[in-house]
């Protein structure tokens, strides 16, 4: 049975699947990738189980045992919850270091299955684009309803006209958006999705592996940040697809029609990616345009019979949480 650290078959591409309180779509996810041909490449999976505080770590290896995995699939089962980031550099991080490192690792959320032979189109562009250090497939939800998966990078103009949230001025500057269409054709962009996501390993020995501060949010954004400082670039690929039941596994992008508050890792995230990307200046700019624009949908939103856009708690806590470190934060101005 597979474990942490036994590595019996020499594959191209790497999948990795990071488990948290959600088994029955983790091994979902298992399944579609050893049920796909991958266009004859060779592919392992790695299913980590973050200590979870179920029985999930039971389950997979039962499920290994039963549905005879074999070597194709590796567990870890962990002892702590490292979240998304460090919980991928734990098997990225042995990756590396095998004389038959996969040349590929394609990042899959346990809440996401393989649509079509996505790793093979993927891996396919990127043996004939060496500067592609990361490539992401189109998204989307299990109804069929595409979502954004392409992005651009986040910006003081970007926070202020989404914390508005008002039609007319989105429009008024559309560049604005971070998310980009669902519909984007194939190209270079900012950043893609963590959910389904391929890595070029030689890329990541160069540039390292997520920022081991983040504990969940806004690591792949920063990766994709540094691979493209780096000289290389990062496409998105529609032609890959991937299915996701998108926030399912964390409870916080699912939408709700109540206001939820975010949780204080978020909001740590968020401080610590502005500032690593942004610089101190950039990141109080961009949280002062967050609350500014959210401060001017309030009255908006009662007028319109709407809830505030913002989270719930949001001006305390992105105060107290983001603000207030920001401003302490002198060294790095």
């Not at 995995?69 to 042995?94: C, E, K, M, S, Y």
């Not at 540039?207 to 540094?226: A, C, H, Q, S, W």
Request: charged fraction near 15%; aromatic fraction near 10%.
């Amino acid at each position: 049975m597979g474990c942490g650290g036994n590595f019996d078959l020499m594959a191209e591409i790497a999948v990795i699947i990071v488990n948290y309180g959600t088994p029955d779509l983790s091994i979902a996810a298992v399944e579609s990738v050893i049920s796909r041909s991958h266009g004859g490449r060779s592919v392992e999976v790695h299913l980590l189980d973050n200590a979870s505080p179920g029985t999930d770590a039971e389950q997979f290896s039962s499920t290994h045992a039963e549905r005879g995995w074999g070597d194709q699939v590796t567990l870890w089962p962990q002892t702590v919850n490292h979240g998304f980031g460090r919980g991928n550099n734990v098997v990225i991080d042995a990756l590396l270091v095998r004389p038959d490192a996969p040349r590929y690792i394609f990042l899959l959320n346990p809440d996401a299955t393989l649509e079509n032979e996505a790793l093979d189109v993927l891996a396919k562009f990127m043996d004939d684009n060496p500067l592609v250090g990361a490539s992401g497939a189109a998204i989307s939800l299990p109804s069929g309803e595409p979502v954004s998966a392409a992005f651009r990078f986040f910006s003081p103009a970007a926070s202020f006209v989404h914390a508005v949230n008002f039609g007319p001025l989105a429009r008024m500057f559309p560049r604005a958006a971070v998310a980009l269409p669902p519909n984007t054709k194939a190209g270079g962009v900012d950043w893609v999705s963590g959910a389904a996501v391929m890595l070029r390993s030689d890329v990541l020995r160069k540039v390292g592996t997520f920022d081991p501060k983040f504990f969940l949010y806004f690591e792949e954004t920063e990766l994709m940040y540094r691979i493209q400082a780096a000289g290389y670039h990062v496409w998105h690929l529609p032609q890959a697809r991937v299915l996701h039941a998108e926030g399912v596994a964390t409870q916080v992008q699912v939408n709700r029609p109540e206001r939820r508050a975010r949780p204080a890792y978020w909001y740590d995230s968020w401080r610590h990616y502005h500032q690593v990307c942004m610089g101190r200046g950039g990141a109080l700019l961009t949280g002062f345009a967050w609350m500014a624009g959210a401060a001017i949908n309030v009255p908006l939103a009662k007028i319109r019979g709407q809830n505030p856009h913002a989270p719930l708690n949001f001006f305390s806590d992105f105060w107290s949480q983001v603000m207030v470190p920001l401003l302490k934060d002198r060294k790095n101005a």
